[in-house]
């Protein structure tokens, strides 16, 4: 006598399985190989950490419904995921410090920001030497100006906008600061008097790849600073808002030519978006990238109570055995 057939909603359940496990490894595999060659896949690199979690919901159906060949592909699908995470979070080596430090301060502000108070109390008690700022809208500028901040940090340049890409860099001494087109977007830059030399600071805040027309734009303006840095003639530290997880082509790139000051030295997961203001999960897309002849002591992530991107305080200090180490 033949076994029942299995109920139609647990042959429905087992076709969704599969579907779910094989989308999740077929966009894991394209990353691996393509990274970011489509508009799904520069639109999901965000949600890189969180995209074994589905999988494991299916892994638990499948040991209970003792629907084995799914309960081992699930089991695989996580366990890549799980490895591939490990060489994210894994052990911290940060190069050892030549010199004195230099803090610096880099905030996505939001431009239409419900409350900048409490934000722009929290950006001045770290007083940084440099502000790197994003979003950098009238409202802010106004808030900014009228700050006993705006006195202690004259030196730098602002582009102030009603969209979401103005830009300002202001700092405790004096710099020699422009703004300058990144991907269709106007961005800024400053050379930082720093140890032996100087540094190239750039504020970075691109387009997001949450639609077909801006995602060629995100992928080629994260192509031109990827580019920019490796032609860099000076030690530099890239930060602001990149709209690009460590599941992306640009982190990938970027290995090449910087270190990620997070992966250095930082703790805990370090997500910076959306910062309890979306009902989406976690992210980290808020980067400090640094040269290799510099190094960070500190590394240390804010609140920003109403902003969608909590805020980065990193201290760079001259790498020992590099040029900028003070004789």
């Not at 690199?45 to 999988?55: S, Y």
């Not at 950006?123 to 994003?134: F, K, M, P």
Request: proline share 8%; charged share 15%.
């Amino acid at each position: 006598m033949s076994e029942p057939s299995p109920p139609r909603w647990r042959r429905g359940l087992v076709v969704l399985g599969w579907l779910g496990a094989g989308l999740v490894f077929t966009w894991g595999l394209a990353q691996a190989l393509f990274p970011d060659a489509t508009f799904a896949q520069g639109a999901l690199q965000v949600a890189g950490d969180w995209a074994a979690v589905p999988v494991v919901a299916l892994l638990v159906v499948a040991l209970v419904a003792r629907e084995h060949r799914l309960a081992a592909a699930s089991s695989s699908v996580v366990m890549l995921h799980l490895l591939a995470l490990s060489g994210l979070w894994g052990s911290r080596v940060t190069p050892p410090a030549c010199g004195p430090s230099m803090t610096i301060v880099s905030a996505n502000l939001l431009m239409v920001h419900p409350n900048p108070a409490p934000l722009f109390a929290e950006l001045e008690a770290w007083d940084a030497d440099v502000y790197v700022l994003q979003e950098y809208s009238p409202r802010w500028d106004y808030l900014w100006m009228g700050s006993r901040v705006s006195t202690t940090h004259p030196y730098g340049t602002s582009l102030v906008r009603e969209d979401s890409f103005g830009t300002a860099i202001w700092s405790r001494h004096p710099i020699t600061a422009e703004v300058f087109d990144l991907g269709g977007v106007t961005q800024s830059r400053a050379r930082v008097p720093f140890g032996a030399g100087e540094i190239d600071l750039i504020n970075v805040h691109v387009l997001p790849p949450r639609t077909s027309e801006y995602f060629p734009l995100w992928r080629q303006g994260l192509d031109d600073l990827v580019a920019l840095a490796a032609d860099e003639a000076v030690p530099f530290v890239i930060t602001g808002d990149f709209n690009a997880s460590p599941w992306s082509k640009f982190a990938r790139d970027m290995h090449g030519v910087a270190d990620d000051a997070w992966e250095l030295i930082g703790t805990g997961f370090g997500t910076t978006w959306p910062n309890g203001v979306f009902p989406l999960p976690p992210a980290r897309i808020d980067h400090v990238f640094l040269s290799r002849d510099l190094t960070v002591t500190s590394f240390g992530i804010g609140d920003a109570l109403g902003s969608d991107h909590a805020p980065l305080r990193v201290e760079i200090a001259p790498r020992t055995g590099g040029g900028l180490c003070v004789q």
